[in-house]
């Protein structure tokens, strides 16, 4: 049974044509799963099915331990996304519901190799001396 309903299924096409260049989605499970780790990967599956801009890559947080500290990825589900280099992007659980939008802008902003932010923005950032972790904690209560 598919996660992404067939209503839903035309509008996330259209977003996903909108992409420019290629997009990895790197997914970690393992092989006694975690909650939500089957229906990740099968959303990511899906997602990937769309495009061809999109590749996917499974690993098991266990069994690819090194893919994993090279990603830094310490729990799962997790879901990873690349572009022409590494954003620092990851998403920890099931990116559904309003989390879901948000996973299509970042695969967007990823593919157009830009961040959506402005001008006088990237320059304050730019002045940034050392690296910065900033994580954002989403529930829906």
Request: contains cysteine; charged residues 30%; negative net charge.
């Amino acid at each position: 049974m598919s996660l992404i309903q067939e209503k839903d299924r035309l509008a996330i096409q259209e977003r996903l044509n909108e992409m420019k260049h290629p997009v990895k989605i790197i997914n970690f499970s393992q092989e006694f799963e975690c909650q939500y780790c089957r229906e990740t990967r099968q959303l990511m599956e899906e997602l990937n099915a769309m495009t061809d801009k999109i590749s996917l890559e499974v690993y098991d947080l266990v069994k690819d331990k090194a893919i994993a500290e090279k990603y830094k990825v310490e729990k799962i589900p997790a879901t990873v996304l690349i572009g022409e280099k590494d954003y620092g992007i990851r998403y920890f659980g099931i990116p559904a519901g309003y989390e879901f939008a948000t996973l299509l802008d970042d695969i967007l902003m990823v593919s157009h190799r830009e961040s959506g932010l402005e001008q006088n923005s990237k320059e304050k950032l730019a002045l940034l001396k050392e690296p910065l972790h900033l994580q954002v904690f989403v529930t829906p209560t």
